[in-house]
């Protein structure tokens, strides 16, 4: 049973890294992350002390909603699935902290990967 769990995290962190998604920024990221009060690695900080004990599987910087958020994707070795932790670049405040399954990171990682060869096409 655990080297089933070991193989399925394995097949998803391959997956994140195959999407590109496996510490990828923005490609508008330097411009921003200038405007970043925090940087990179005060945020990663912030975002593993919310989850003890998780390994970092991916980080990107954006504007989901419209505010510069850094979004970090972290797994937890005994638990199946994500979590997504969304720190603001402009204080360090943490907007969210949400669990996503094995199977909603894979479906996002291939909506990813589409989206990109559109936009290089």
Known sequence: MKLKRTLLI????????????????????????????????????????????????????GRPDGTLTYVFDILIPDKKGLEIVSVLASDGTVVSVKHKSEWAARRDAQAKRRRDAKRSN
Do not use: M, Q, Y
């Not at 391959?14 to 590109?20: H, K």
């Not at 405007?35 to 005060?42: P, R, V």
């Open 10 to 61: 394995a097949c998803l962190a391959g997956s994140l890294v195959t999407a590109g998604s496996l510490f990828a920024v923005d490609p508008a990221a330097p411009a921003a992350a200038k405007k970043a009060n925090i940087g990179l690695e005060e945020a990663r900080t912030i975002a593993l002390a919310k989850v003890p004990g998780g390994k970092l599987s991916g980080e990107e910087l």
